[in-house]
């Protein structure tokens, strides 16, 4: 029977420095988030467009919601580009 290794076997204290990211992950994610959050920016702004005065939700929670749901569309489009650089330059 093997003896069990414990962490201080196994680790080589530069995990930090050879730390890597899972890029199948954030590029699953960023493909599955981009057009959704791309479509909920394009729903709230509609929705904010044809909604009257005294409706509720009102327009401004509408808007912000729209603005909002656009800079994560942003940061999941920044991040899929970033995951599909990195795929290219590691292989």
Same mark, same amino acid.
């Given at each position: ?7 201080? =076997? #196994? ?20 493909? !599955?988030?981009?057009? !959704?959050?791309?479509?909920? *920016?394009?729903?709230?702004?509609? #929705? ?6 005294? =409706? ?22 920044? =991040? ?8 290219? *330059?590691?292989?």
């Amino acid at each position: 029977m093997r003896p069990a290794k414990t962490p201080r =076997d #196994w680790r080589s204290g530069s995990e930090p420095m050879t730390a890597r990211s899972d890029l199948k992950l954030r590029f699953l994610l960023s493909v !599955l988030f981009t057009p !959704l959050y791309a479509l909920m *920016t394009a729903g709230f702004a509609l #929705w904010s467009a044809v909604n009257g005065p005294g =409706d509720v939700p009102s327009q401004a929670s509408l808007r912000t919601f729209a603005i909002v749901c656009g800079v994560l569309t942003l940061l999941a489009a920044v =991040d899929l580009a970033v995951v599909v650089r990195r795929r290219r *330059t590691e292989r």
